[in-house]
T-cell receptor, first 112, second 115 residues
């Protein structure tokens, strides 16, 4: 079955530690996204990538980094510079640049 | 200013009631798309519908219907005869041509359907 997998489901981060959230898709989608969800805040865009080896900052990129070395993978690193990392992180993908619906992964809950 | 406003933070209804979730958007583009997604308690968002700015025709899918009105910049979602399984957080999103179609989400409306 095609879809998006995120791991781990829960992640605990110690102060000053970098952690990496995994996102893999087998939908052959060109575009991938990372959103952060906080209670009452909706989904806020962290980073997105519309093609391999290229990515762009979203609205709240500070304290995060990404890479897109393979089409199917878009890992997100939460660095120690992110002072309030506790949130639910959602990875998504779409067919490509354009007004396509997003497919979402099951999310990773990061706790500090 | 928010581009997508979902003013209803939480709605509570009893099963079989009809319920409407409001979505108001703001854009200067003439070409844009609107979406609705459902986030059940499991956490994974599910796509429900997409409309483009040139098609104001309302849509019905089973118990779900959507009312798109450009005159009021609204794209409201109605669930008829609600069921407990409809309990979820619902998000409205906007994709604008000038924004490279990267979607902007509203803050979501939590719908609780009581048996």
């Amino acid at each position: 079955d095609g879809g998006i997998t995120q791991s781990p489901k829960y992640l605990f981060r110690k102060e000053g530690q970098n952690v990496t959230l995994s996102c893999e898709q087998n939908l052959n989608h060109d575009a991938m996204y990372w959103y952060r969800q906080d209670p009452g805040q909706g989904l806020r865009l962290i980073y997105y990538s519309q093609i391999v080896n290229d990515f762009q900052k979203g609205d709240i990129a500070e304290g995060y980094s990404v890479s897109r070395e393979k089409k199917e993978s878009f890992p997100l690193t939460v660095t120690s510079a992110q002072k309030n990392p506790t949130a639910f992180y959602l990875c998504a993908s779409s067919m490509g640049p354009g007004p396509y619906p997003l497919d979402f992964g099951p999310g990773t809950r990061l706790l500090v | 200013a928010q581009k997508v406003t979902q003013a209803q933070t939480e709605i509570s209804v009893v099963e079989k009631e009809d319920v409407t979730l409001d979505c108001v958007y703001e854009t200067r583009d003439t070409t844009y798309y609107l979406f609705w997604y459902k986030q059940p308690p499991s956490g994974e968002l599910v796509f429900l519908i997409r409309r483009n700015s040139f098609d104001e025709q309302n849509e019905i899918s089973g118990r779900y219907s959507w009312n798109f009105q450009k005159s009021t910049s609204s794209f409201n979602f109605t669930i008829t005869a609600s069921q407990v399984v409809d309990s979820a957080v619902y998000f409205c999103a906007l994709s604008e041509e000038r924004g490279s179609y990267i979607p902007t989400f509203g803050r979501g409306t939590s719908l609780i359907v009581h048996p």
